[in-house]
Each structure stands twice: as C-alpha cells, then as structure tokens.
C-alpha cells in the first residue's frame, strides 16, 4: 500500500512539474498570457519579458543592453497569421559613437535569423524587421538579438555595453 502511495505522489509531482516547451527550455518565460506584444525596457513591469542581457536599470530608469540579448513577446492572433513587424526602439549615445559607429543589429527567432539592420549614427533609432508568419506560430516568441560591436570595460566599468534600449514590439506589416 506505501508503494502504491508513493508511486502515485511520484506520478503527480512530475505531471505537475512539467512547464511549456519554449525555443530556449533553460529560459524562464511569463506564461503566454501574461505576455504582451509591446515592452518598455525601463519598466519594472516588464522585466520578465527582458530574458538575458541586460543590465540593472540606472539611477535615472533606463538601461544599457549587452552585445547579445533576448527578448519573449506575446504574439497576436492577426499577426500569426499574416506575419509581423519586429521594432525595437533604442539610443545609440553620442559619448559612445567611436565604439559603436557603423553597429549592425540581428535578431533571431527558432534559429532563423532576420535581415540585419544598421544604424546610420548616433541618436534615437528603431530597427525594425520583417517576420514571416511561419516564424510566428505559438502564442509567444523568443526573439535573440546580436550587436555586432559594443563598448568595452575601461577603467572601472567592468560591463560590456551594448545600446539603450526602450521598447520592443510585435506589430501587424505596415501597409505599403
């Protein structure tokens, strides 16, 4: 009778246990519902949907990016079926220009990875690129992002700096 007892409390612990495949299954992740299609970096209320690679918020609220990072958002009915528009809304600082002239921005979903964007200088940009539904399937996505320069430690900034970033969104295509 224990045996059959604790069979049966080893059955429901591990059905209980069990989460959601995501794209990344070491990455913590919201449950869909709780995920939106559009963040604010510098928002504590959002910051379950800021993954990895991002450092803590300065005094002020906003936030630098390391080189790599990742984001999850929600994805909506109507862009999983048409596709979307990926915008990520950042500031490229002028005391950074020397370091970052010339950055290229990737973003990646399941492994495919996105037609590069490039910022033209310093200032407040948004890179924006276009998602084939195919890619858009589930009700979340994990999109990784790759800068392909940042700023290195010096002195005693030990962190590797990437942009400033602001807000992330998952919009339907712009009608041409």
Do not use: N
């Not at 059955?11 to 794209?23: D, E, G, K, N």
């Not at 790599?68 to 990520?88: C, P």
């Not at 979340?140 to 400033?164: C, H, M, Q």
Request: proline share 10%; net charge negative; aromatic share 6%.
């Amino acid at each position: 009778m224990r045996r059959a007892l604790a069979l049966a409390a080893i059955v429901v612990m591990a059905t209980a246990c069990r989460q959601a495949r995501h794209p990344h299954p070491e990455l913590t992740v919201e449950e869909p519902e709780e995920l939106r299609p559009e963040i604010d970096a510098s928002s504590p209320a959002d910051e379950g949907q800021l993954l990895m690679g991002f450092h803590p918020r300065e005094p002020a609220g906003w936030r630098w990016s390391e080189p790599q990072f990742t984001v999850a958002l929600a994805v909506s009915a109507g862009v999983r079926e048409q596709g979307g528009r990926l915008e990520f809304d950042f500031i490229l600082p002028d005391v950074a220009a020397g370091d970052l002239e010339g950055l290229t921005i990737t973003a990646r979903i399941h492994g495919h990875e996105l037609p590069a964007w490039r910022a033209p200088g310093p200032g407040t940009h948004t890179a924006a690129f276009s998602v084939p539904a195919a890619l858009l399937q589930e009700q979340e996505v994990i999109i990784d992002f790759s800068l392909d320069r940042f700023i290195p430690p010096r002195g005693a900034e030990t962190r590797r700096l990437g942009v400033i970033p602001s807000r992330f969104r998952l919009v339907a295509p712009r009608q041409r």
